[in-house]
Every structure is written in structure tokens, then in C-alpha cells.
Nanobody
Framework: QVQLVESGGGLVQPGGSLTLSCATS????????MGWYRQAPGKQREKVAI???????NYADSLKGRFTISRDTAKSTVYLQMNAMKPEDTAVYYC?????????WGRGTQVTVSS
């Protein structure tokens, strides 16, 4: 059973930074891509950023320049560095992994941007 374990959420002030981590129990060689999605109250879940097995990245246009996705292949872990955060970044952030053609989701971690 593939597991995705997220960590790093919490409360941050506007303009601050936060880093999320997502570790998977799957072998890195089975992972086609990993990424982050978010869902704000009353809104649909949306893509934040994706990184493929080959290291290619893809971001939501509105987040380019503020958010950075990276990975540690040795640890099968993906990170999301969030800078210059805004109240509208408040959401539950979900880790996603496409492994052997199937999609898996983490339980989500709450990120709140507020003074």
C-alpha cells in the first residue's frame, strides 16, 4: 500500500515562508510524477506544482516565482517552498503521486496565512 506522508503545514504571517514535505513509501523508480494541490474553503482543488521523474517542473501560472517544488530522490520526498505568502494561499495542501500509472493522495496539511 502506497503511503504519502505530508508535513510542514501551519500558521504563517503574510509575506512569510513555509516549506511542505511529502514522503512516499514507494520506490523512486516507480514514480512518474509527484506534486502539490490545494483546496481553499468553498473552492475546487487546484494544481500548485508538479515535478516529474525526469525532474521537469510545472507550476500554476499564478504561483510562478513564489513557490518552488523540489525533490530528494534518495528519500523519495518532494518539497514545496512557499515564499511571500498571501492570505489567499490559505488552503489544505495535498500531496499527489502518480505511481505505476495510478494516482495517490496524502491526507492534506492545513496552511493558514494570517496576521
Amino acid at each position: 500500500q502506497v503511503q504519502l506522508v505530508e508535513s510542514g503545514g501551519g500558521l504563517v504571517q503574510p509575506g512569510g515562508s513555509l516549506t511542505l514535505s511529502c514522503a512516499t513509501s514507494s520506490s523512486i523508480f516507480s514514480i512518474n510524477a509527484m506534486g502539490w494541490y490545494r483546496q481553499a474553503p468553498g473552492k475546487q482543488r487546484e494544481k500548485v506544482a508538479i515535478i516529474t521523474f525526469g525532474g521537469n517542473t510545472n507550476y500554476a501560472d499564478s504561483l510562478k516565482g513564489r513557490f518552488t517544488i523540489s525533490r530528494d530522490t534518495a528519500k523519495s520526498t518532494v518539497y514545496l517552498q512557499m515564499n511571500a505568502m498571501k492570505p489567499e494561499d490559505t488552503a489544505v495542501y495535498y500531496c499527489n503521486a502518480n505511481i505505476d500509472g495510478q494516482n495517490y493522495w496524502g491526507r492534506g496539511t492545513q496552511v493558514t496565512v494570517s496576521s
